[in-house]
């Protein structure tokens, strides 16, 4: 039983996606189940009304899913990050 909830958990962990560090206006986000994807995946980004500011395509098949985004016309601050079935809070600076 302790064994499945430790593979659940690394797996969900390993596969979501998260912010790297990065330069002021750029954004960096690994998200490692894109290393496998083909094709162009869109990616969309939210300001924290939730309103979109930016979509972006994704390439699949990156080295461990990392990608950098040059985000210098936003604003500094808070965002949403979405690919896929997947969200995350990001801080731009």
């Not at 990616?43 to 979509?55: A, G, K, S, V």
């Not at 500094?76 to 600076?93: E, F, H, K, S």
């Amino acid at each position: 039983m302790y064994i499945w909830s430790l593979i659940l958990f690394t797996f969900t962990h390993t596969a979501t996606m998260r912010q790297l560090p990065s330069a002021p206006g750029v954004l960096c986000i690994a998200m490692p189940v894109l290393e496998w994807q083909e094709g162009t995946v869109p990616c969309t980004i939210y300001n924290e009304r939730l309103e979109p500011e930016r979509m972006v395509p994704l390439a699949g098949g990156h080295k461990k899913g990392v990608y950098t985004l040059q985000l210098k016309t936003l604003p500094a601050g808070r965002y949403v990050v979405a690919v896929q079935q997947q969200m995350t809070t990001v801080i731009i600076n």
